[in-house]
């Protein structure tokens, strides 16, 4: 991997448009089955960790993210005012308070973020106590995302993950008692041996505790975890794909029913309250930006940054992170996006979301080929066009995006 050293203030900037901030935090008490994100349990690396990222807050507000392609064509500074904030990892609610303190503390001086910014922070149920949610209240988080998996004791302690099913709904109230009016929850399906009662009890669950967002991800077997070890040593068995497909047009059947709005792929939001709060509801602002492209600058080991025209990573080393940022240089590789992966990336963000392809943002040439590769899909009610400008999947096709997406890539 190269690493680039910021050593001169280039002019080359973004347009003047809102931006979003990511901050990555890789700590973990231990670590979940099927986890393939960049993440450690080295807890005693944090404060270490956290000094790094403010400083490479200092560093990026005065240059920005360095492209690899030259030295005269950088990713300039972020001079854009942030419309929104997430902690991710790994486990943001592993820091302590004086840490999560620091951190919100560097982020108003270096970046100019919007009054109405929306500011969201990862977390475990187990993490959110009296103290975690005293410490919220000083913070400007306002949006919460919690991974509750399941509401399945015996499927949480199959997960590795360390809390119980009961300590969710306990979270939810402490989070509600210090004025956090948007939670997420994360759930599981398609757990080896999973029945559609047992995935209607852990539908039911979430209903009940009427949370703002739901996100769903079937268990999936990545290659590097130890759940993948597991499904080739035979211990378990994947779940039958056509199961599956029921679990997963059960929970939007009954979402949609509660007043969620299935908004993309994975994730729901309650949509009674939308055009009271904004456009995009209970939607998160966040993650819609990177669907839909807006620039976003990411700060931490691993962290990814994209200025419309290049894409950026750091690397996904603490130590290695933590030693570069100390001597002023940020580690980092990178790609600029040329024409042909820019309209492979649109297909495949868009077309996860309800708002489709707006097939007027592409060129007459990627307009022809994505029309003449969606024509099957039309023809077997896979896509469907509402308007001349609009190209989305149905219902039926939701289950089979990669298989559409794929196809309509050049």
Known sequence: MRLFCIIENYSVSLQHIMAGLYIHIPFCASRCVYCGFFSTTHLDKRQAYVEALCREMQLRSLV???SPISPISPMGPITSQID??????GTPSQLSAEQLQQLFLYISNVYDVSPKAEVTIECNPDDVSTPFVATLSRLPVNRVSMGA??????????LRRRHRAAQVGEAVQLLRSAGISNISIDLMYGFPDETMDEWNADIDASLALEVEHLS????????GTSLYTMLQQGKVKELDEELQREMYYTLKDRLEASGYEHYELSNFARKEEREKRNEEGFRSRHNSSYWNHTPYIGIGAGAHSFDGR?????VADIDQYVKAIGEGRVPADGEEIDDLTRYNETVMTALRTVDGIQLDKLSSVERAHCLAQAKK?????????PDDHTLRLTRDGLFVSDTVITALML
């Open 149 to 158: 998996q399941s509401f399945n004791d015996e499927r949480l302690h199959f």
């Open 377 to 385: 899909f039309l023809d077997c009610d896979w896509l469907c066009r």
């Open 310 to 314: 290049h894409r950026q990573w750091n």
């Open 64 to 66: 920005g993210p360095i």
């Open 84 to 89: 929104t904030v997430y902690l991710g990892g």
């Open 216 to 223: 769903a991800y079937a268990l999936s077997y990545e290659e």
